[in-house]
């Protein structure tokens, strides 16, 4: 199910995340990051992580197969090796988010 929803982050690097749309398996997230680049409405996916490495809102540890969003753009983004444990927007996305 489609969920419209606005839910602001600050990256732990200083992006400044926003979640504009939400499903089980994507997400649409406008991306600033100072200096570097800016998606107005960016798709990520939910998908296994094939490396490891850390999530960009809350600095835990990524490990290789554990659940994450990815940006799904093509041809990749400038953002396309960033990731986000997936329990982290679980947590805050599955709350009701004020329309």
């Not at 490891?52 to 940006?71: H, L, M």
């Not at 983004?77 to 709350?95: D, H, K, R, W, Y």
Request: aromatic share 6%.
């Amino acid at each position: 199910m489609k969920k419209k929803a606005c839910l602001s982050l600050d990256g732990a690097n200083g992006e400044r995340i926003e979640i504009l749309e939400q499903t089980d398996t994507a997400l649409v997230i406008r991306w600033v990051e100072p200096g570097r680049c800016h998606y107005g409405e960016q798709r990520w996916r939910r998908r296994s992580a094939h490396s490891s490495g850390t999530c960009a809102v809350s600095r835990r540890k990524i490990r290789r197969g554990d659940a994450v969003f990815k940006p799904a753009e093509r041809p990749a983004p400038l953002n396309a090796s960033v990731m986000i444990a997936a329990e982290v927007f679980g947590a805050l996305i599955g709350a009701e988010l004020p329309k």
